[in-house]
C-alpha cells in the first residue's frame, strides 16, 4: 500500500494569531508535583545549528538574524507558564560578559498578568544546573527576589558547594558524580512544589532529560535559513538515541516573510507517550 502523505504547504486557509498561541496551551496546568510536566524550546536554522562557535575565545553565541520578535514572543510565552526554569552555569557566565541577554525574568506586562490571573507567583523560581560550581550570581536574580537552586552532582568540590550555600543559596544533588541527571533533577523539583518547569539549559540538559525518559514536550522553531559554519551547536550532543528519541507531532505553524526576511516553522512535539496531546488550535 502507497503511504499517504499530509499536504502542508501551500497552507490551508485556516490561520491562527500568533500572539497568545502558546499561552492557550496552559502548560501550568498539565503537570503534577508527583509528575511535573518538562518541556524545552529551541531555536534552529535549516541545517541544525542552533549556536555558532568561536573558535579562538571559545565561546558561543547565537548570530541576531538568526532570532526574530516572533520566535522571541513564543519563547516569552512558554516562560510565563513555568513554576520554574532551568538554565546552566555557562549561561550565568556568558550573561555577566554580555555575550547573551538576560532571559532570567518576565518583563511584559500582559505576561506579568496572565500569571497573576492563573494563580503564578510574580516570577519563576531558576534552578542553575552546574558540574563545576563556577559562575557569577546575576544580579536580577537578588533584586527579584526569585528563589533560585543550584542543581550538581554528589561528588562536586565541596568548597563551592560550601561558599554557595553560606551565600544563601540552596543545592540540590542531583547527580551521581558531578553532572546533573534529569530524573533526580525532576524529582526535587516535584517535590519543592513544581509543577511546570521550563529548560532554557541547553542540549546538554536536553540530553538527560530525553534519555532519562523526563521531557514532556519539545517546542521547536526552524528559521528558513542554512546558516552554516564550522564550528557550531546542534539540539544534542550526547550519545545515540533509540526509541527515546521517538517525537510525536503535534503542531507545525507556517509564518511566511517576505524576501530578504526567512519564514519559520513552529513546532511542538510530544515526547513521554504517558503524555496526552491537547489540543492548540
Known amino acids: 500500500m502507497t503511504k499517504q502523505l499530509i499536504k502542508l504547504v501551500p497552507p490551508s486557509s485556516e490561520q491562527v494569531d500568533i500572539k497568545g498561541l502558546y499561552l492557550a496551551h496552559n502548560i501550568h496546568l498539565l503537570g503534577s508535583c508527583e509528575s511535573p510536566f518538562v518541556y524545552a524550546n529551541f531555536l534552529s536554522s535549516l541545517d541544525g545549528r542552533i549556536a555558532l562557535e568561536d573558535a579562538i575565545e571559545g565561546s558561543t553565541f547565537v548570530p541576531k538574524h538568526l532570532t526574530s520578535a516572533s520566535d522571541f514572543g513564543l519563547f516569552m510565552e512558554l516562560h510565563a507558564q513555568a513554576d520554574c526554569l532551568i538554565t546552566h552555569g555557562g549561561y550565568l557566565r556568558a550573561l555577566s560578559q554580555g555575550r547573551l541577554g538576560n532571559i532570567l525574568q518576565i518583563k511584559d506586562d500582559a505576561l506579568m498578568a496572565w500569571r ?21 550570581m546575576h544580579e536580577s536574580l537578588l533584586n527579584t527576589r526569585q528563589p533560585v537552586y543550584i542543581a550538581t552532582g554528589k561528588n562536586a568540590d565541596p568548597e563551592k558547594v560550601d561558599y554557595w ?49 523526563q521531557l514532556s514536550r519539545l517546542y521547536l522553531t526552524i528559521t528558513h535559513q542554512l546558516l552554516g559554519g564550522k564550528d557550531f551547536r546542534t539540539l544534542l550532543t550526547g550519545s545515540v538515541l533509540g526509541q527515546e528519541g521517538n517525537l510525536s507531532l503535534e503542531g507545525l505553524y507556517l509564518e511566511q516573510n517576505p524576501a530578504p526576511e526567512a519564514g519559520q516553522f ?13 489540543d492548540t488550535k
Open 116 to 136: 497573576h490571573e492563573h494563580g503564578l507567583k510574580p516570577q519563576p523560581a531558576v534552578i542553575i544546573a552546574s558540574a563545576s560550581l563556577d559562575f557569577p
Open 266 to 278: 513552529f513546532m511542538q512535539f510530544a515526547a513521554r507517550s504517558e503524555n496526552e496531546s491537547i
Open 165 to 213: 550555600q553560606r551565600q544563601g543559596f540552596t543545592v540540590l544533588f542531583t547527580g551521581a558524580e558531578q553532572l546533573v541527571q534529569g530524573a533526580a533533577l525532576v524529582h526535587e523539583l516535584g517535590k519543592l512544589g513544581y509543577r511546570s518547569i521550563y529548560l532554557i539549559a541547553g542540549p546538554q540538559m536536553l540530553d538527560t532529560m530525553i534519555q532519562e525518559h
